[in-house]
């Protein structure tokens, strides 16, 4: 298999033409949900920030799903 290039490198997908890409990322942690005594949702803004989130290093296209670099972004 060929070596990936950097998504820097790209401004599309290689394959469809695509201009979107998207990279996993390892979530870990623990959330707090605020929620009102009647049932509804509270503000929940801050919800996300006991989470870590660790990007994972491959690219792929938004629309044809392949694999298609490596993430030098994040
Ligand atoms: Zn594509």
Do not use: W
């Not at 890409?21 to 503000?43: C, M, P, R």
Request: glycine content about 6%; overall charge positive; proline content about 3%.
């Amino acid at each position: 298999m060929a070596k990936l290039p950097n998504v820097s490198e790209l401004t599309k997908c290689p394959y469809c033409g695509c201009e979107t890409f998207y990279y996993k990322s390892k979530v870990s942690g623990i959330v707090a949900t605020h929620v009102n005594f009647d049932g509804s949702e509270a503000d929940n803004s801050g919800t996300h920030d006991g989470l870590s989130y660790k990007s994972l290093k491959f690219a792929y296209c938004s629309q044809c799903q392949r694999k298609i670099a490596r993430n030098d972004k994040v």
